[in-house]
Each structure stands twice: as structure tokens, then as C-alpha cells.
């Protein structure tokens, strides 16, 4: 029986805890039997990963980034899902089993990295929570330099706009008042006709 098949099923019958078991033993399989892949995949997404690593760190580095990267949990739901090919078929069914399957195995993955303080004790709880908090912190900081870029911008575009029209006051005086001082002082109602 293939892996959406087994997913879909315990699904159906309420077997939640037997999923997560499920995914997480497939999880471990691919770490240990697809490595490489999974370094190259985590570090196209900026996660720091590495080769010489012990698989054990890999795997938990792997969990770790499931909750905070939709982009990861994409990708490993389609490398556990690579074994499965067999659902394509003419009438579209397969193709609903397998969509299914895939959305079932996205939310297992989410829930097991968010679960995994629960399942791995305090230090990688404490670095998990200290790198989103440092991640938020990063965020905070690039939206006040953007909102200050903004509003500098603003301000200046707003300075530049009065200064031209002061410039163009100006100038519009001086002319009507070069205009006056060709007719020798203030016209008369009869020089202005």
C-alpha cells in the first residue's frame, strides 16, 4: 500500500498519532537515504545545513524549519511523495487521492515542527524560540527602515514640491511687476484697456 493510501486512510479513521508516526519514520528514511538532497534543499532556502553533519542533526535541523518555511514542507511532501507515482490515472481519481494525501502530509509535517519542543526537550526548544524571536526582531527592524526610507522620501518629494511652487510665485510677481515698471509706475484703468 502506498504512503497516501496509508495516509488517507488513518485519516479517515481518526489515526492522527499514527500519521504523525508514519511521516515521521518516512522522514527518517529520507534523511538517512536522500542526504545530499536534503542539504542542497535546505540550503536553496537559506537554511544553514551541512553534508559533514551527523544525520541526526540534519534530521533535526529538517523538523526544526517545517513550521517556519511553507516552501520546505512543499518540497519534502513531494520528495515522500516521489515513491507514489502510480496516481495518475484517466478518470482523475488518483490524482484527488494524491492531492489529498499531499495536503494531509503538509499538515502532519507543520504540526510536527511545531510539536518538536515537546518531543526533544529544552535546548532545541530555547534555540528554536531564540532564533523566531531573532527572526521577528529582523523583520521589525527591515519594516521601521522601510516605513523611515518611505517617509523620507515623502518628506522630500513634499519640500521639492513647495520650493517649486514658491520658485514659480516668485517668479510670476516679478514679472508682473517688470510689466508695471515699463509703464512708468502704477497704469491707469485707461493703459490697462
Given at each position: 500500500m502506498k504512503l497516501s493510501e496509508i495516509i488517507i486512510r488513518n485519516e479517515k479513521e481518526g489515526k492522527v498519532k499514527t500519521n504523525h508516526l508514519i511521516v515521521r519514520a518516512k522522514l527518517r528514511e529520507l534523511v538517512q537515504s536522500r542526504s545530499e538532497e536534503i542539504v542542497d534543499l535546505l540550503t536553496s532556502l537559506k537554511i544553514k545545513a551541512s553534508i559533514v553533519a551527523p544525520k541526526a542533526v540534519l534530521y533535526s535541523s529538517l523538523i526544526k524549519h517545517l513550521a517556519l518555511s511553507s516552501e520546505l514542507r512543499a518540497a519534502v511532501t513531494g520528495m515522500l511523495m516521489e515513491d507514489s507515482s502510480e496516481y495518475?490515472?484517466?478518470n482523475g481519481q488518483g490524482m484527488t487521492i494524491a492531492g489529498a494525501a499531499m495536503q494531509a502530509i503538509g499538515g502532519i509535517l507543520?504540526?510536527?515542527g511545531r510539536n518538536q519542543s515537546l518531543s526533544t526537550g529544552g535546548t532545541m526548544d530555547e534555540a528554536t524560540r531564540i532564533q523566531m524571536e531573532a527572526e521577528r526582531q529582523r523583520q521589525r527592524e527591515e519594516e521601521e527602515r522601510r516605513r523611515r526610507t518611505n517617509?523620507?522620501?515623502g518628506i522630500t518629494v513634499g519640500v521639492l514640491i513647495l520650493i517649486?511652487?514658491?520658485i514659480a510665485i516668485i517668479y510670476a510677481n516679478k514679472n508682473k511687476q517688470?510689466?508695471?515698471a515699463k509703464f512708468g509706475g502704477t497704469p491707469s484703468v485707461k493703459e490697462l484697456n
Amino acid at each position: 500500500m502506498k504512503l497516501s493510501e496509508i495516509i488517507i486512510r488513518n485519516e479517515k479513521e481518526g489515526k492522527v498519532k499514527t500519521n504523525h508516526l508514519i511521516v515521521r519514520a518516512k522522514l527518517r528514511e529520507l534523511v538517512q537515504s536522500r542526504s545530499e538532497e536534503i542539504v542542497d534543499l535546505l540550503t536553496s532556502l537559506k537554511i544553514k545545513a551541512s553534508i559533514v553533519a551527523p544525520k541526526a542533526v540534519l534530521y533535526s535541523s529538517l523538523i526544526k524549519h517545517l513550521a517556519l518555511s511553507s516552501e520546505l514542507r512543499a518540497a519534502v511532501t513531494g520528495m515522500l511523495m516521489e515513491d507514489s507515482s502510480e496516481y495518475l490515472n484517466a478518470n482523475g481519481q488518483g490524482m484527488t487521492i494524491a492531492g489529498a494525501a499531499m495536503q494531509a502530509i503538509g499538515g502532519i509535517l507543520s504540526g510536527i515542527g511545531r510539536n518538536q519542543s515537546l518531543s526533544t526537550g529544552g535546548t532545541m526548544d530555547e534555540a528554536t524560540r531564540i532564533q523566531m524571536e531573532a527572526e521577528r526582531q529582523r523583520q521589525r527592524e527591515e519594516e521601521e527602515r522601510r516605513r523611515r526610507t518611505n517617509l523620507a522620501i515623502g518628506i522630500t518629494v513634499g519640500v521639492l514640491i513647495l520650493i517649486g511652487i514658491t520658485i514659480a510665485i516668485i517668479y510670476a510677481n516679478k514679472n508682473k511687476q517688470s510689466e508695471i515698471a515699463k509703464f512708468g509706475g502704477t497704469p491707469s484703468v485707461k493703459e490697462l484697456n
